[in-house]
C-alpha cells in the first residue's frame, strides 16, 4: 500500500502568492514521487486555487482542515463536507487537537467525522494524549477519542477512515515521539478498531503519525514505526523540507 503524506498547512502561509510559491515548489520537488500519495490540506481560502494547480503527478490530492456537520443552511462561518466536496477536497482533517483546544468535543468531532464520510470524503481522525506519561494502559483520553468519535459510524463508511496519532506534547515543539513508541500505540489503536469493526475492515484503516515530523526523522516513523503515513504540519510549508520528507519515504 502507498505510504500517506498529509500537508497541513494550518493557517499558513499569509497570501495567495506565497501559497501558489509553496505548491509550485511542492509539485516540481515531487514530480516523480513514487509509492507515496500527497494531499496538501491548505486553509479554505486556498483551496479553488490549489484546485487549479497543475500539480504534476497523480498523487496529488486536495486535503481541507475542518468541516462542518450539516450540509447547508444559516451557519455563519461554516462550510460543509459537500462544498469541500464540490470543491475538489477528498479528504478532511477532524479533531485536531488544536481545534479541541479551542474547544471542539468528541460529540462535535463525531458529527464532523460522519458528515465528513456520509458525504463521501475521507476522513483522518486525529487522536492523541496532552502530556508525555507514558502508562502501561492505553492512555484514557486516546480510547475516549477514538470510541467517542467513531460510535454509530457506519461499518461501510469505515473504508474512507484514517487515524493518525499526533501526541499533543510532540506538535510544535520539535520533540517527536519515538518510532518504538508509536509503533506501540499504533498496535493498541488498531486492537481498538479491532473490537469496533472487527479484524476484517479494522486491519484495512490506514493509522499515520503526526509531531514535529522532519525531513530526519520521517524515514523512521513509517520503517521501525510500521505506521502508514504520516501528518506533517510546520515541515510541510517548506517545499525543500517537505519534498525531502515524501522521498524519504518514498525510499522506505
Ligand atoms: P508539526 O509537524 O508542526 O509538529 O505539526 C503536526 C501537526 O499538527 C500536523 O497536523
Known amino acids: 500500500m502507498k505510504k500517506l503524506i498529509i500537508a497541513n498547512w494550518k493557517m499558513n502561509p499569509g497570501s495567495q502568492r506565497d ?78 487537537s488544536e481545534r479541541r483546544a479551542l474547544g471542539e468535543s468528541n460529540e462535535v468531532v463525531h458529527k464532523k467525522l460522519n458528515a465528513a464520510l456520509g458525504g463521501g470524503l475521507k476522513a483522518v481522525l486525529c487522536v492523541g494524549e496532552k502530556e508525555k506519561e507514558r502508562e502501561i494502559v492505553f492512555p484514557k483520553i486516546i480510547r475516549d477519542e ?57 486491519s484495512k484503516v490506514p493509522i499515520l503519525y503526526g509531531g514535529s515530523v522532519t525531513a530526519e526523522n520521517a524515514a523512521e516513523f513509517v520503517g521501525r514505526g510500521m505506521v502508514d503515513g504520516l501528518l506533517v504540519g510546520g515541515a510541510s510549508l517548506n517545499a525543500k523540507s517537505f519534498v525531502k520528507i515524501v522521498e524519504e519515504v518514498g525510499a522506505t
Not at 509553496?22 to 484546485?51: C, D, M, Q, T, W
Not at 493518525?164 to 481498538?192: H, N, Q
Open 19 to 96: 501559497a501558489s510559491r509553496l505548491a509550485h515548489f511542492v509539485g516540481r520537488g515531487l514530480r516523480k514521487a513514487k509509492n507515496v500519495e500527497i494531499v496538501l490540506a491548505p486553509p479554505f481560502v486556498y483551496l479553488p486555487l490549489l484546485s487549479n494547480f497543475k500539480l504534476p503527478t497523480s498523487n496529488f490530492k486536495l486535503g481541507a482542515q475542518d468541516t462542518f456537520w450539516e450540509k447547508g443552511g444559516a451557519y455563519t462561518g461554516e462550510i460543509s463536507a459537500l462544498q469541500l466536496k464540490a470543491s475538489g477536497v477528498k479528504l478532511v482533517i477532524v479533531g485536531h
Open 146 to 202: 477514538l470510541h467517542e468519535g467513531l460510535r454509530k459510524i457506519k461499518k461501510s463508511l469505515i473504508k474512507n477512515l484514517i487515524i493518525a496519532y499526533e501526541p499533543v506534547w510532540a506538535i510544535g515543539t520539535g520533540k517527536a515521539d519515538t518510532p518504538k513508541d508509536v509503533y506501540e500505540m499504533s498496535i493498541l489503536l488498531r486492537r481498538e478498531l479491532y473490537k469496533m469493526f472487527g479484524k476484517k475492515i479494522a
